[in-house]
């Protein structure tokens, strides 16, 4: 995720852990993976003995029809999470990549059965009001919406979760700012909400056009309108969001970068430490979504130079990533958080073998990271 202001990660799911065993050894297994990755001599039976248990589990749960309770829901998101893996990046036409992007978050079929079987868990626990009421209910619909929107955009079908969830998560965000001005993290939350808000709309369009529900001046009208909601999102953003004063300015402690290199990090403006560091993200997940939304309109005489812009787009994202990775300060599993839109910026990155070999070192670096 983007931001975890309320430190769920590092203080709720634990202590919920502890009291709900399928998710327990859920926890401990995508621990005990990133353990396995990290050692030398490590072997994949020391993270399968914990997730093959978690699985056992909650099918056994499930099969008693029992009640669902929030650790249900929590064990499903993290075998989600589990189930999401990296793929190195072919070497291939921009068709065939799109449908490698596809399967790029590891078991397509799987992931989308978490994704519906937390779909159902979510509508017997909460509604789109109490699931904004808590932290932990908060960190809970971010979790799952981020599959959720990702499996509909990817797979061309509307998200699961109705537009009220979205917007409910937008009005009380946009509520709490508007309570506590001082506070910015309510300003990003607030954005990134409204961002999944744009997703979700996304998703429903490619939708509609996949069916065929929607064709022609309609779609091309409603794609339109969408962009322009895209570029409002950005300029939209408090100037509380961007405060220079939180820009980091001098990288003299970090590796260096070689003389020509293929994407040039560091470039100034685009770089906050926290707790700015999550506008950063922000923007780069920006730029994906604006690549994800070009990329459904290319065509006629117009190809060209749609595909430059979403070319701008795409090397963006790249300085954002090479960035992120070099900086000594930046926060641990920030890679990870982008690594989706790494994987869209492949689509419209220059058709060159430095840029490929680039993309592999990248790939390569995000798999030994889990």
């Not at 093959?52 to 029809?65: C, D, E, H, Q, R």
């Not at 061309?156 to 537009?163: K, S, V």
């Not at 998703?203 to 929607?214: E, H, P, Q």
Request: a negative charge; one cysteine or more.
């Amino acid at each position: 995720m983007v931001t975890d202001s309320d430190d769920f990660f590092r203080l709720v799911l634990p202590s919920a852990a502890l009291q709900h065993e399928a998710l327990l050894f859920a926890v401990v297994g995508f621990a005990a993976y990133h353990h396995t990755l990290k050692n030398p001599n490590g072997q994949i039976k020391e993270f399968l003995q914990y997730y093959n248990k978690s699985v056992t589990l909650l099918l056994g749960f499930l099969k008693k029809k029992e009640k669902y309770n929030i650790g249900t829901l929590l064990t499903i998101l993290q075998l989600a999470a589990i189930e999401v893996r990296e793929e190195p990046a072919p070497d291939c036409n921009p068709g065939f990549l799109l449908t490698w992007i596809k399967e790029y978050l590891g078991d397509w079929v799987n992931l989308m059965g978490h994704q519906r079987a937390a779909f159902e868990v979510i509508n017997q626990l909460f509604t789109p009001q109490s699931a904004v009421q808590t932290a932990a209910n908060r960190a809970i619909l971010t979790w799952y919406v981020r599959f959720d929107v990702f499996v509909g955009i990817m797979g061309n079908f509307e998200t699961a979760l109705p537009r009220e969830w979205f917007t409910a998560a937008v009005e009380f965000y946009r509520a709490q700012a508007a309570s506590e001005p001082d506070n910015v993290m309510w300003k990003i939350e607030e954005r990134s909400a409204s961002l999944r808000l744009i997703s979700m709309e996304m998703s429903i369009l490619f939708g509609k056009g996949a069916r065929g529900d929607l064709t022609g001046d309609g779609y091309f009208a409603e794609h339109r309108r969408l962009l322009q909601e895209l570029h409002d999102w950005k300029d939209a953003w408090h100037p509380a969001m961007t405060d220079p004063s939180f820009l980091v300015p001098d990288f003299s402690t970090s590796e260096p970068v070689e003389a020509d290199p293929i994407v040039r990090p560091f470039t100034p403006g685009i770089l906050y430490r926290p707790p700015l560091f999550a506008s950063t993200l922000l923007t780069c997940e920006w730029h994906s979504i604006l690549i994800m939304h070009g990329s459904q309109a290319i065509m006629g005489a117009g190809a060209e130079s749609q595909f430059s812009v979403l070319g701008q787009h795409a090397y963006a994202i790249c300085q954002i990533f090479e960035t992120v990775w070099r900086w000594p300060s930046t926060p641990k599993g920030s890679l990870i958080s982008i690594h989706a839109c790494i994987a869209i910026a492949t689509l419209f990155v220059p058709r060159e073998p430095k840029y490929h070999m680039w993309i592999r070192r990248k790939f390569a670096l995000l798999e030994s990271m889990g």
